[in-house]
């Protein structure tokens, strides 16, 4: 797989509405179920099933549920290495679990400057990474396989 296909494969989920959990091109999917969907386009199968969560499940169970689950699936990388294709986990304030995601979409000199994500009120979009969520950058990973 190369970092070209993975693009490909994310913006076809473009428009797809934002549904919490869900993660079906163009019927519905959340920030994790939009991974989840360019995972199974470009790796095959998911690697662990997802359970069920709330919308607030991060505040109610202090875990790092994705940042842990990102470490067992995924290859960290360092966040200034970042390149298109690669993924980014956001905390959503300092000392709070991991909570956001999305693929980086574009980048210069490893630094991300655009990203596609799901979020609620907008569905998968592709966004400029402005100074309020590059401040929440908490790791980076590449999928595993990806030809360098």
């Given at each position: 797989?190369?970092?070209?296909?993975?693009?490909?494969?994310?913006?076809?989920?473009?428009?797809?509405?934002?549904?919490?959990?869900?993660?079906v091109r163009g019927a519905g999917a959340d920030c994790l179920g939009f991974l989840r969907g360019v995972w199974r386009?470009?790796?095959?199968?998911?690697?662990?099933?997802?359970?069920?969560?709330?919308?607030?499940?991060?505040?109610?169970?202090?875990?790092?549920?994705?940042?842990?689950?990102?470490?067992?699936?995924?290859?960290?990388?360092?966040?200034?290495?970042?390149?298109?294709?690669?993924?980014?986990?956001?905390?959503m304030a300092a000392g709070v679990p991991a909570k956001h995601c999305a693929l980086v979409s574009a980048c210069q000199?490893?630094?991300?400057?655009?990203?596609?994500?799901?979020?609620?009120?907008?569905?998968?979009?592709?966004?400029?990474?402005?100074?309020?969520?590059?401040?929440?950058?908490?790791?980076?990973?590449?999928?595993?396989?990806?030809?360098?």
């Amino acid at each position: 797989m190369t970092r070209a296909e993975i693009l490909t494969e994310a913006r076809g989920w473009l428009g797809t509405p934002y549904r919490h959990q869900a993660s079906v091109r163009g019927a519905g999917a959340d920030c994790l179920g939009f991974l989840r969907g360019v995972w199974r386009g470009c790796v095959g199968d998911e690697p662990e099933a997802v359970p069920a969560y709330t919308p607030d499940w991060a505040e109610l169970t202090g875990e790092d549920t994705l940042l842990a689950a990102a470490r067992r699936h995924l290859v960290e990388i360092p966040v200034g290495a970042v390149r298109e294709g690669d993924i980014l986990l956001f905390r959503m304030a300092a000392g709070v679990p991991a909570k956001h995601c999305a693929l980086v979409s574009a980048c210069q000199a490893g630094r991300a400057c655009r990203i596609l994500h799901a979020y609620w009120g907008r569905g998968v979009t592709e966004t400029r990474l402005v100074p309020w969520w590059s401040r929440r950058i908490t790791a980076a990973f590449s999928f595993p396989g990806l030809e360098v």
